[in-house]
T-cell receptor
Framework: DAGVIQSPRHEVTEMGQEVTLRCKPI?????LFWYRQTMMRGLELLIY????????DSGMPEDRFSAKMPNASFSTLKIQPSEPRDSAVYFC???????????FGNGTRLTVT | GDSVTQMEGPVTLSEEAFLTINCTYT??????LFWYVQYPGEGLQLLLK?????DKGSNKGFEATYRKETTSFHLEKGSVQVSDSAVYFC??????????FGAGTRLTVKP
């Protein structure tokens, strides 16, 4: 089991650029979550999917953020345009559903200059 | 809404000391409760969980008891090791649809 795979591991970009973060959940898991972690705000839930369908996106900061899950094995989180305040570590996690144990990827550290 | 509040850190202990990290929750129903641990440069990992009142979750010498009367889920370990240094997160799942995390408590254990 390869675990949850996120890419890239690090991303440095300039303000105004588009950023796309990628996630491959564990095979067979039917729930997928995107979290953002910062020193100031801790771990924030941005959005989660059940069976590829977005269930709750109330944590998405604003319209610059969008997330998709076109199939059970892939999800993206896009920021367009990016701003320096978006700098954070973004985690993807998946769950088999029952018992709600989340399995986290190692995160993408995003720096927007 | 449903949420957890955990003690602020950082916490610094000597090896073999007793550890307690407090966590209390607010929920309208009967959530499942969790402790996750995050080591440097990694994502969170499940440490233990409890799904109903009076359940005790335990793993790697850590334990926590789901206390409905005090709405608490405090994490304890009798003798910490240097390798336990990490950030610990209390979390709840209110309806088995999502997961709400506390702010995290950084633990440093010194030899």
């Amino acid at each position: 089991d390869a675990g949850v795979i996120q890419s890239p591991r690090h991303e440095v970009t300039e303000m105004g650029q588009e950023v796309t973060l990628r996630c491959k959940p564990i095979s067979g898991h039917n729930s997928l979550f995107w979290y953002r972690q910062t020193m100031m705000r801790g771990l924030e839930l941005l959005i989660y999917f059940n069976n590829n369908v977005p269930i709750d996106d109330s944590g998405m900061p604003e319209d610059r953020f969008s997330a998709k899950m076109p199939n059970a094995s892939f999800s993206t989180l896009k920021i367009q345009p990016s701003e320096p305040r978006d700098s954070a570590v973004y985690f993807c996690a998946s769950s088999p559903g029952q018992g709600m144990t989340l399995h986290f990827g190692n995160g993408t550290r995003l720096t927007v200059t | 809404g449903d949420s957890v509040t955990q003690m602020e850190g950082p916490v610094t202990l000597s090896e073999e000391a007793f550890l307690t990290i407090n966590c209390t929750y607010t929920a309208t129903g009967y959530p499942s409760l969790f402790w996750y641990v995050q080591y440097p440069g990694e994502g969170l990992q499940l440490l233990l969980k409890a799904t109903k009142a009076d359940d005790k979750g335990s793993n790697k010498g850590f334990e926590a008891t789901y206390r409905k009367e005090t709405t608490s889920f405090h994490l304890e370990k009798g003798s910490v090791q240097v390798s336990d240094s990490a950030v610990y997160f209390c979390a709840l799942s209110p309806n088995n649809n999502d997961m709400r995390f506390g702010a995290g408590t950084r633990l440093t254990v010194k030899p």
